[in-house]
DNA sequence: ACCTGAACACCGTTCAAGT
DNA sequence: ACCTGAACACCGTTCAAGT
C-alpha cells in the first residue's frame, strides 16, 4: 500500500490531535504511517513545507461562498467559520499562525473576505485592514483559548499576586476567574459583536 | 564570573533576536553565556521555564500606570503599548502567545486593563471580556506583523490564483498587496479605532 | 515512483562529580 | 552555590541503494 501526499497530510493531522504541535515529529509521523522517517521526504521537502499544507487543510472550506444575507451577518459568518475551523484540530491557531501561508486554501479565503466585505459596501483600499484585523483578532482569540485549555484553573489565581492593595487585586483575580470560567464562544462573540459595532459606525460617516 | 539568573534571561533575549524562536537551543544559550548546556539547568528547570520567564521580561513596563485622560485613549496607549513590547524582540508576539503565562509582568498587565476599563465606566463582569477581547487582536495583529517581516513581497501574488474569474482574483490581489504594501502601524491603528469605535457605541446603550 | 537503512550533525535533559 | 563532563534518548535531513 503505497502512500499518497494527502494520506501523510492525514496522518499529520491525527499526530496533531494526539501529541499536540510540539509533539509532531517526523520519526513519530513515520512510524503513525508504517514507514521510515526518510521515506517521508519524497512526499515534502522538509517538515516546514508539510506544517504549511497542513495549515491550508485545515482552512478548507472557510472560502466557501457565504450565504446571501445581511454584510454584518455575512461577516460574522466568515469569522465564526475561522474559529470553528481552527479549533477543529489541536493547536490548530499556532499552527496557523506559524505559517506564511500562500496556499489554494488560503487565498480562496482571502477572495470570500473580499467578496463580502466589497458587496458590504467597504472601499476597496479598505477592505484588506478590515479583514485583516478582523482575522487578527480571530486568530489571537483562538490561540489564547487553545492554549487557556490545558493551563492552571484561573490564571492569576496562583496567590502571589504582589499588589499592595488587597482589595483591588481581588477584584482583578474576579476579572480573570470570569473570563476563564466563561465561555469561550460567548467571549468571541462579544468581541467579534464589538468590531462590527464600530464597523457599522464607521460605514454611517 | 558566575552567572545569575538574569544573565540567563538577556543572553536567552539576545540569542532569540539573533536566530528567532527556532533557532534558541540550549547548547547554543549556554554558548553565547561561555558555559556548558547542563549548566542552564540550575538557573532554570526547563526550556519552557526559560520561555515563560523570557515572555514576562518581554511584557516589562507594560502594566505601569496610564496618565490620566479620556478612557478611550487611555485603551489605546495600553494596546499600543502591548504590541510595542511584542514587536521589541524577534517573534515576540509568537513567543508570549505560545507560553501561559502567570508571572509578575503579566499580572501586572491584568492590572491596568481592569483599572483603566473600571475607571471607564465598563461593568465589571465585561471588563474581563473587553480586554480579553482587546489584547487577543493586538496579539494576533502583531504576530502577523512579524510572521509577514521574513516572508515573500506579497502574499497571493505568486501566480497561482486557481479563480475562473481573472478580473475579480486581480482585486483580491490588488487587495493583498495593498495590506502587505501599507504601514503595520496603521493598519493596527485603524483595527484599534474600528474596536474602540464599537466599544463607544455599547457603552451609549 | 516510492521507500529502506544507515549515517550526520544536531537536540533537551539528567546527574555524578568537581570547585 | 554554581558549573563541568559525559552520557541518554531523542531530533531533522540526506542519500546511496533497493524494489
Same mark, same amino acid.
Given at each position: 500500500m503505497q502512500l499518497r501526499r494527502d494520506d501523510v497530510l492525514t496522518g499529520a493531522l491525527e499526530v496533531l490531535d494526539g501529541d499536540g504541535l510540539e509533539g509532531i515529529t517526523m520519526r513519530k509521523l513515520a512510524a503513525h504511517l508504517g514507514v521510515q522517517a526518510g521515506g517521508l521526504y519524497w512526499h515534502f521537502a522538509n517538515k516546514q513545507t508539510l506544517f504549511e499544507a497542513m495549515a491550508d487543510k485545515i482552512l478548507e472550506g472557510v472560502g466557501a461562498p457565504v450565504e446571501p444575507g445581511p454584510w454584518d451577518e455575512q461577516v460574522g459568518e466568515l469569522a465564526r467559520r475561522l474559529r470553528r475551523a481552527l479549533l477543529s484540530h489541536t493547536d490548530g491557531a499556532r499552527l496557523v499562525a506559524g505559517t506564511y501561508v500562500t496556499e489554494k486554501n488560503t487565498v480562496a479565503v482571502g477572495q470570500v473576505w473580499f467578496d463580502v466585505l466589497r458587496a458590504a459596501g467597504i472601499a476597496t483600499d479598505r477592505v484588506g485592514w478590515v479583514g485583516f484585523s478582523l482575522s487578527s483578532y480571530v486568530l489571537g482569540h483562538t490561540i489564547e483559548e487553545q492554549g487557556l485549555? !490545558?493551563? /492552571? /484553573? #484561573?490564571? !492569576?489565581? =496562583? !496567590?502571589? #499576586? #504582589? =499588589?499592595?492593595?488587597a482589595a483591588e487585586s481581588a477584584d482583578v483575580e474576579a476579572m480573570i476567574s470570569a473570563v476563564a470560567a466563561a465561555d469561550p464562544a460567548d467571549r468571541f462573540e462579544y468581541g467579534l459583536s464589538v468590531f462590527l459595532d464600530g464597523l457599522r459606525y464607521q460605514m454611517e460617516r
Open positions: 485549555a !490545558g493551563s /492552571p /484553573p #484561573a490564571v !492569576g489565581s =496562583t !496567590g502571589k #499576586a #504582589a =499588589t499592595s492593595d
